[in-house]
């Protein structure tokens, strides 16, 4: 039965952890996931894996936390990363607990301990003396567990790991929740709170108020419990957990019932009414009976109470509900039968009582309940059984008194037993530092000894080189003596080389003075030379500039002779034979010969205007061009419901080319579109420019019936774009059949100036 309920405390707790991890987490593992990808050091990616698996292990998500503790190990063996190796054993030992497996966990945080504690990495060491104490606390192993929470704590709180030191605290606080050591607990949950708050976080400090709150209520400190829960509640998000609230709502409706605030404890009641409603097990009817019970019993109004509490006890199943919360729905319904006289059936619930109380070790529930039970046997006149209780009762609370101190001594024990651990690590440290210590002093002796012997040696050099200085002394008097007849001569050599020196400047100067006037003479040549060339030089563009103007008049001329002189003499004939049908009054021939007179003077006005248009300065770009043709095409393919589409890219748009290339593009463009609307049959035509590279690709596509090229007449202008492609420097390729014509050419511009490659 205590089995099952310790499974379902964990359980509890567990549901915390996700909650909390499910609401916080989920970004930090996609941050975590993108950093592991990056070009990081193996130990950096060693960290972010062990992360990744703590946060996996604490969502539930098993496999996956062990498959990033496997990562951690391949990352810190490649980077030989001893704390990596470490923290690997932790999150192994993290995930297999989570997976039931405890000896398998226990066994690999004793090996991350083995491994970090030389390191002196305290903050991961926490984390590893945690593991092995949850482990052990699994295992009933209450003590052993304690003192490793202690040693969590003491290494954690040097590292302010405040989230780490927080869920030390927790589980510490909780260890003495279990073993009913109300007070102890109260300390610790105390602690957890202080961090939580420290956080500013929410479901920390819920949690935390919680089971502040529960420690105070069944230390009967109902004042303390009212104020932690409530002010766990103010914390308590719209999300909060159903079955999560539901507990909570239990201990402050019954604080509240207790401290005689039946208004707000009315309230808190149907609101856990409402909340467990939809509940499937008997626990949320059980608890809403007692409440009621306890509120009834608190007015005085034992009637009412007596059906709650009877209703409640009656449905009670070790099952669903803690021994803790049977014996207080026992002692309540006794004490409430025990104000209503009925004296046999509150001995019966108040022996039920105490021995629930003294099965879970709350020795202060046993001794209240031994209490009532003499009372009630007085009241029935049964003074042995009165006076056997009064003394179960006293010798209890002398026995209570005993294991408070007992207690005491354990937990000063178990404090002690941290601190020797941490005194022990300080002394190897110290042995350490002082062992090397040692071995400096042996290094300096050494030092201090080669360096006496090197002065003695010194003393003995200095010496002979004493004689050899006096040696040298006599030497140098005859050095001296030498020196200042050589000096003497030195003097007299240096005034003969001043005067050669002078003699030397002079000729010098001479000399620059002439070549200053040969530089300043072949300056004036250069200066001449490169006026003169400078002068030839404009002269010849100028002249090449007129022969330029001349060609292009001489050009624009022979157009207009051979575009429009033909053109004109035909307007001529025409008018001329017009006149003479007129005259012969044949209205049907003058008809005929004013269509062709007013053909002929379109075909010239559209000349005249190509003509023009490609001088104008105004329209220098390939794009220019390329709209007014594409005006040209649209209007003439609308006429026979052709579609046209035009395909020009970017980059060639914005091309320079020459008047003269821009003609022949044009004209030639103008011929090939013209011949398909006339000839081809066509019910598409597709026009493109394209640039590829250095060379730009014009073609002209249609779907029509095609033609053969050998029999052609040369009416279509084929020789003509012949001849534009030719002048511009490339050749027209042609491909032709039955399912339609493209024409195509390659040719280049020079990348400035648009001046043809």
């Not at 046999?344 to 039970?373: M, P, Q, T, W």
């Not at 003995?460 to 050095?479: G, H, P, R, T």
């Not at 005249?608 to 329209?619: A, L, R």
């Not at 081809?680 to 073609?699: C, N, P, R, V």
């Amino acid at each position: 039965m205590r089995s099952q309920l310790y499974c379902r405390r964990i359980f509890f707790l567990l549901a915390i952890l996700c909650l909390y991890h499910s609401t916080f987490s989920q970004k930090t593992i996609a941050a975590l996931r993108i950093d592991l990808n990056r070009g990081l050091t193996p130990s950096m990616k060693a960290d972010l894996a062990f992360e990744l698996s703590r946060k996996f292990a604490d969502l539930l998500k098993i496999d996956s936390a062990l498959h990033y503790a496997e990562k951690v190990k391949a990352f810190s063996e490649q980077g030989k990363y001893t704390i990596g190796l470490g923290k690997y054993h932790v999150a192994l030992a993290i995930a297999l607990y989570y997976r039931g497996k405890i000896d398998q966990s226990k066994k690999s945080a004793l090996e991350a301990i083995g491994i970090l504690t030389p390191q002196q990495n305290n903050s991961i060491l926490g984390i590893a003396f945690w593991q092995l104490a949850v482990c052990e606390e699994a295992e009933k192993q209450i003590n052993s567990s304690r003192k490793n929470y202690q040693a969590s704590i003491n290494l954690l709180q040097p590292t302010h790991d405040t989230i780490n030191l927080y869920r030390s605290y927790f589980w510490m606080g909780r260890s003495f929740n279990n073993s009913s050591e109300y007070d102890s607990a109260a300390s610790y949950y105390l602690k957890a709170l202080e961090l939580a708050e420290s956080l500013r976080d929410s479901l920390r400090t819920y949690t935390s108020c919680y089971e502040l709150g529960k420690s105070f209520m069944r230390m009967r400190e109902y004042s303390k419990a009212l104020q932690y829960l409530g002010h766990g509640l103010q914390k308590r998000s719209s999300n909060a957990d159903k079955v999560i609230t539901s507990l909570y709502l239990n201990e402050y409706a019954t604080c509240l019932s207790l401290l005689h605030d039946f208004r707000k404890a009315d309230s808190v009641i149907k609101e856990f009414d409402v909340l467990t409603r939809n509940f499937t097990h008997k626990w949320g009817k059980i608890t809403s009976a007692k409440l009621k019970g306890i509120q009834y019993n608190e007015m005085q109004n034992y009637t009412e109470a007596l059906k709650y509490l009877g209703s409640a006890y009656r449905e009670t199943d070790p099952q669903v509900i803690s021994n803790n919360e049977i014996s207080f729905i026992a002692f309540n319904l006794g004490c409430t039968e025990y104000k209503l006289k009925q004296f046999d059936s509150a001995i019966i619930h108040l022996k039920k009582a105490g021995e629930l109380s003294r099965s879970v070790k709350d020795y202060i529930g046993a001794l209240d309940a031994d209490l009532f039970v003499s009372q009630a046997y007085e009241n029935l006149g049964q003074p042995d059984s009165s006076l056997h209780y009064y003394k179960r009762h006293t010798a209890l609370a002398k026995s209570a008194f005993s294991l408070e101190k007992q207690k005491v001594i354990a937990e000063l024990t178990t404090k002690y037993e941290s601190e020797k651990k941490d005194h022990a690590i300080e002394l190897l440290q110290k042995e350490s530092e002082a062992t090397s210590y040692s071995l400096l002093l042996q290094k300096q002796e050494v030092v201090k000894q080669q360096l006496e012997n090197e002065k003695k040696t010194q003393a003995l050099a200095i010496a002979s080189q004493q004689n050899e200085i006096n040696k040298l002394d006599a030497l140098q008097q005859a050095f001296t003596l030498e020196k200042q007849r050589r000096e003497n001569e030195k003097n007299q050599a240096r005034v003969t080389l001043l005067e050669k020196e002078s003699a030397y400047q002079k000729l010098l100067a001479a000399k620059q003075n002439q070549q200053k006037k040969m530089l300043y003479a072949g300056i004036a040549i250069l200066l001449l030379a490169g006026a003169f060339i400078v002068q030839r030089y404009i002269r010849r563009n100028k002249i090449q500039n007129q022969q330029d103007m001349l060609k292009e008049r001489l050009r624009i001329s022979r157009e207009l002779h051979d575009e429009l002189g033909a053109t004109l003499s035909g307007v001529a004939l025409f008018s001329e034979i017009a006149k003479q049908k007129m005259a012969q009054h044949n209205a049907e021939e003058v008809q005929h010969y004013l269509g062709h007179i007013s053909a002929g003077s379109l075909e010239m006005v559209e000349k005249m205007g190509d003509i023009v248009w490609t001088i104008n300065p105004d329209n220098e770009t390939l794009e220019h061009m390329l709209d007014r043709l594409k005006y040209y095409a649209i209007n003439l393919c609308s006429g026979k419901n052709i579609t046209l589409h035009f395909d020009i890219d970017e980059a060639s748009s914005h091309l320079f080319p020459t008047v003269q290339d821009r003609r022949n593009i044009y004209l030639l463009s103008k011929e090939g579109i013209n011949n398909a609307v006339k000839y081809a049959g066509a019910s598409t035509i597709f026009y493109s420019i394209k640039k590829s590279g250095s060379s730009i690709i014009l073609e002209i596509r249609d779907d029509g019936k095609g033609f053969n090229q050998r029999s052609v007449t040369k009416g279509n202008g084929l020789d003509n774009m012949h001849a534009r492609a030719a002048a511009l420097n490339t050749r027209l390729n042609i491909q032709t059949n039955s399912g339609g014509t493209c024409i195509q050419l390659c040719f280049s511009f020079h990348p400035i100036g648009g001046q043809r490659r």
